[in-house]
């Protein structure tokens, strides 16, 4: 049994997507500064973010919110 989510916008997009898109168009550096974490700043790999981020609450709705927002506007 599926649950439908119609109100949350990131139905349907993984974390690893979410972040691709992020780096995509921010690059690390930026990303780094925008959200200050040190998985964007030191040595920074998709991988290593993911693991982070998933292991991490807090951190991981920095990234969501600015995803959000860069998709918003």
């Given at each position: 049994?599926?649950?439908?989510?119609?109100?949350?916008?990131?139905?349907?997009?993984?974390?690893?997507?979410?972040?691709?898109?992020?780096?995509?168009?921010?690059?690390?550096a930026?990303?780094?500064?925008?959200?200050?974490?040190?998985?964007?700043?030191?040595?920074?790999?998709?991988?290593?973010?993911?693991?982070?981020?998933?292991?991490?609450?807090?951190?991981?709705?920095?990234?969501?919110?600015?995803?959000?927002?860069?998709?918003?506007?």
């Open positions: 049994m599926s649950v439908k989510q119609p109100a949350n916008p990131l139905h349907g997009i993984t974390l690893e997507k979410l972040l691709e898109e992020l780096v995509a168009d921010y690059g690390w930026e990303l780094g500064r925008l959200i200050d974490i040190r998985c964007f700043n030191n040595d920074p790999s998709i991988k290593s973010s993911l693991k982070f981020l998933r292991e991490t609450e807090w951190a991981r709705k920095q990234v969501e919110e600015l995803y959000l927002l860069k998709k918003s506007g």
